[in-house]
């Protein structure tokens, strides 16, 4: 009875250190979980009824305003709102202030052609808002900038939803991209949280059992001294960090933590995942291209046609930053970069390149493609990169290992629908494996040469 009892006491000790363990990777876990936090973007609804066509030409389907709803959102509330100046004039009522609706989608598609062929217009809007250049949107149908015009059209007569939206057309996207809140990243936490509150409760249990026991045997009369010294004795702590279990464990632990960085520091030679070098000037992925979701491409512009995808030049952050937060000491160090002066609006020629830190960094021997894995393959940057759109500050996600490479090789299949160049090439593979689909490694994607210079 009695030996049982200070057992226990070592078992309540062990159970102690053990939570205290789990704790220390949790914390851990939970650190890193905080830095893949997804954030959701609401979109808005549906725009408000739309006005019956008029003749204009603008569509009204409530299918053509959602449509043009969601073109806009994602290429034009950089620089527009729809009641209030922002870089560009507010566009509510656009459609009337211009003579014919053709020559106004041919501006927005390309509104330097329309300043350039002396549309009177359009080159005293271009001057008066001092020669900002609207980028060019070529790659949309006519119809679809109809729809963006339906849309402009829509918002603009529903008064009630655009005073919200009036309150700041940059304030108002800030909080719909805070919406969202984190997702837990699957069931490692969960299973983690369970284990620690099974041993919490296992350890109150033992906590009451050794009170209850210690209570009930010092009442019993018939106990000699030697007896009632165990029974009242605190935890030894020295005895117990002595014992054998205790010591084992520990060894256990120590050894595999031991294991665990060996392993890790192998496998990581050369290896810079998570590298997140601080870079001259605090650009902000989260901000530019997810809360106010410029495509990557804007300033990417190789990753459909080119091997490198590119750091922009500052000319690309001037299409805006001309206009917007001039004041900022971040966008001034753009500024001392262009030797740009805000107040005259004039360059000056002492330009030189703003040193941006290079993240990724496959070694020479390496060749790696963006156009033919982002335009032919037709991957999202997000599968190498991670959750760009949400980083403060860029980092590594992934390896870069050539194992990442051929591991993907391995697992994806080619996006041949639609491409004749993989006709004949499918065409084989289908007659010699019908029942497999056509993997990256069945058109060489592991040959060495393919990767290898
Ligand atoms: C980088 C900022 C920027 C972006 C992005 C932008 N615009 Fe513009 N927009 C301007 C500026 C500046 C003007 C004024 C004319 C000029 O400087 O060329 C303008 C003018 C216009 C006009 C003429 C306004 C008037 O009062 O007649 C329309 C219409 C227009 N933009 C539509 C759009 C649409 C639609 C989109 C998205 C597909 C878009 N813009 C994206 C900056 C931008
Ligand atoms: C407004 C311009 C802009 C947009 C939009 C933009 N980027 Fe960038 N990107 C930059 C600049 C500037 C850098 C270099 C500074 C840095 O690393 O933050 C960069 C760096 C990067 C890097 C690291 C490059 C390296 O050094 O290895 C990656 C990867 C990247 N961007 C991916 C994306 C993806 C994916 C998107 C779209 C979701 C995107 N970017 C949208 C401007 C932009
Ligand atoms: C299409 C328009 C656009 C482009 C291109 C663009 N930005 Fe921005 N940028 C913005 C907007 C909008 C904001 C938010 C302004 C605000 O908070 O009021 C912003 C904010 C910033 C800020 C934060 C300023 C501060 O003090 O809060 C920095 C830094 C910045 N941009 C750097 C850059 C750099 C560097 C580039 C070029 C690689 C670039 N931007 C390209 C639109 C753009
Ligand atoms: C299949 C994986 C993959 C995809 C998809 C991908 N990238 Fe990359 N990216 C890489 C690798 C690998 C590097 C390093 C290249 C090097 O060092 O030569 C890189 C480098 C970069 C860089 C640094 C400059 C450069 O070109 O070396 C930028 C910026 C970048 N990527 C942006 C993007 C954007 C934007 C997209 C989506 C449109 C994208 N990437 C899609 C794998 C990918
Ligand atoms: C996320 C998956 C993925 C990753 C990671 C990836 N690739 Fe690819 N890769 C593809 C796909 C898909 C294709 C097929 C594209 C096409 O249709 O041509 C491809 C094709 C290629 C090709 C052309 C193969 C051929 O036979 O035409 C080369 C070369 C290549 N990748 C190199 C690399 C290198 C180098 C890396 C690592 C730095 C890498 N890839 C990482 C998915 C990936
Ligand atoms: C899908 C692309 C791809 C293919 C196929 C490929 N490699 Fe690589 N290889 C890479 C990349 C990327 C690296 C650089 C990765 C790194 O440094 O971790 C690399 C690195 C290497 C290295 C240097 C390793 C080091 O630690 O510096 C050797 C050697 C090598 N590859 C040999 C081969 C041989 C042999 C083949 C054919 C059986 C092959 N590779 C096929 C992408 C590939």
């Known amino acids: 009875m009695n030996y049982s009892c200070s057992k226990l006491r070592n078992i309540t000790f062990l159970t102690c250190t053990l939570l205290a363990i789990i704790f220390l ?3 851990l876990l939970t650190s890193v979980n905080a830095q893949n936090a997804v954030v959701d973007s609401t979109a808005t609804d549906g725009a408000a009824a739309a006005s019956g066509d008029d003749g204009s030409g603008i569509p009204s389907s409530p299918e053509a305003i959602a449509e043009g709803e969601s073109i806009f959102n994602n290429n034009c509330t950089v620089c527009h709102a729809i009641n209030q100046q922002v870089v560009g004039p507010a566009l509510s009522g656009v459609e009337t202030r211009w003579e014919d609706l053709g020559t106004l ?13 002396g549309n009177e217009y359009a080159v005293n809007l271009y001057n008066e808002y001092n020669k900002t250049l609207m980028p060019a949107f070529a790659d949309y149908s006519d119809d679809q900038i109809l729809n963006i015009l339906a849309y402009i059209k829509a918002e603009a007569a529903a008064p009630a939803q655009a005073e919200a939206t009036a309150g700041g057309g940059e304030g108002g996207e800030a909080v719909a991209a805070q919406g969202g809140g984190g997702i837990p990243s699957g069931y490692l936490t969960a299973i983690i949280v369970g284990l620690l509150v099974i041993l919490v409760l296992i350890l109150l249990v033992l906590v009451l059992i050794i009170s209850v026991l210690t209570r009930f045997l010092n009442q019993k009369q018939d106990l000699d001294d030697a007896d009632r010294e165990i029974i009242n004795q605190k935890v030894d702590a020295q005895k117990l960090v002595k014992s054998r279990p205790f010591i084992g464990i520990m060894l256990f632990i120590f050894m595999a933590i031991v294991v665990k960085l060996v392993f890790d520091g192998l496998y990581s030679v050369g290896v810079q995942q998570g590298y997140q070098p601080k870079q001259p000037i605090a650009f902000s992925h989260a901000l530019h291209a997810g809360q106010y979701e410029i495509e990557c491409q804007y300033c ?10 590119n750091i922009p030049s500052a000319n690309i952050c001037m299409n805006c930053h001309q206009q917007i937060k001039t004041e900022s000491p971040e966008i001034q160090k753009i500024y001392a970069a262009i030797d740009f002066n805000p107040e005259t609006q004039t360059y000056g020629n002492n330009k030189k390149p703003i ?3 290079r993240i990724h960094n496959l070694p020479d021997l390496a060749y790696f493609n963006h156009a033919q894995h982002v335009n032919v393959g037709g991957l999202d940057c997000q599968t190498c990169h991670g959750e760009i759109q949400e980083m403060e500050v860029v980092y590594q996600e992934s390896t870069l290992t050539m194992g990442w490479c051929i591991n993907c090789h391995r697992e994806t299949q080619v996006n041949a629908e639609g491409n004749a160049y993989y006709d004949k090439l499918l065409e084989l593979h289908n007659s ?6 056509m993997k990256v490694e069945d058109i060489g994607g592991l040959e060495c040469s393919k990767c290898h210079y």
């Open 25 to 27: 990777q949790f914390s």
């Open 105 to 117: 989608v041919a501006f927005i598609k390309n509104s330097q052609k329309v300043i350039q062929g």
């Open 355 to 357: 040193e941006w830190v």
């Open 432 to 437: 010699e494996n019908p029942k497999e689909p």
């Open 300 to 309: 990417h512009t190789g990753v459909m046609k080119a091997k490198s995808a």
